[in-house]
């Protein structure tokens, strides 16, 4: 079945098949659907760890963007904040929360680091931030 070009202006353009559109809504769907289990095995299991491959596939989710533009940002990220923890840098990046390092020992070919994480209660609840707040 041959589809016939709508003239627009001075560009041409083919109408997409109602089928077309069907499909691409139907992919989409599955897409959500995946990424909020993802995102629910990640929350529900406190016992799994978060790889980077899955942390890639939530960022996907997450931001609507393509995952070969996601994977190199993410990985750099990773890169660098790897890199600050193993020059004994703070890392203060909210909501995640603020790392700091206890111990830190070299061993063989690696380094072993005691870290503590302080995050915000009323960031994971949604509360505001007092200083948006007035004193009436």
Do not use: F, W, Y
Not at 104 to 131: C, E, F, M, W, Y
């Amino acid at each position: 079945m041959a589809v016939s070009p709508r003239k627009t202006g001075t560009r041409t353009t083919a109408k997409k098949p109602a089928a077309a559109k069907a499909q691409a809504s139907a992919q989409t769907d599955i897409a959500a659907v995946e990424a909020e289990n993802l995102r629910a095995s990640a929350i529900g299991d406190a016992a799994s760890e978060l790889r980077k491959k899955e942390l890639i596939e939530l960022v996907v989710a997450r931001c609507d963007v393509k995952k070969r533009d996601a994977k190199p940002a993410v990985e750099a990220a990773l890169a660098v904040l790897g890199e600050a923890l193993k020059a004994g840098r703070e890392v203060n990046l909210q909501p995640m929360g603020k790392i700091k390092i206890k111990r830190s020992k070299q061993v063989g070919n690696a380094q072993i680091s005691t870290l503590h994480l302080r995050q915000n209660n009323a960031t994971r609840s949604g509360g505001k931030d007092p200083l948006a707040q007035t004193g009436d």
